[in-house]
């Protein structure tokens, strides 16, 4: 069995900074890509930033110069600065794994509110 838990996201003002986190656990041989998505209501599911196991990174252009990822072994972080009401949504992180055949994983989602 493979868990992702990610944890983190609260209310912040404006302007202000966050850090979420996210652990995949389990039986795993690697993982290739760990990503962060997120999922505001009436919008559709976003990518926001990817990183591989080789720490090439890539981001959504509304969070780029904002936000950044990082990865060490099993856990990713993703540092929201500068934050705005538009980044206001459910994150969720993303993991494919090996198992020893990659399969993707998601977790339950963390509750990120940007508002004054």
């Known amino acids: 069995q493979v868990q992702v838990a990610e944890s983190g996201g609260g209310l912040m003002q404006p302007g202000g900074s966050l850090r979420l986190s996210c652990t995949v656990s389990?039986?795993?041989?690697?993982?290739?890509?760990m990503c962060w998505y997120r999922k505001a209501p009436g919008n559709e599911r976003e990518l926001v930033a990817t990183i591989t196991s080789s720490k090439l990174t890539n981001y959504a252009a509304s969070v780029k110069g904002r936000f950044t990822i990082s990865r060490d072994n099993s856990k990713v972080d993703l540092q929201m600065n500068n934050l705005k009401s538009e980044d206001t949504a459910v994150y969720y992180c993303y993991a494919t794994v090996v198992r020893p055949t990659p399969t993707n994983y998601w977790g339950q989602g963390t509750q990120v509110t940007v508002s004054s």
């Open positions: 389990g039986t795993i041989a690697s993982i290739y890509v």
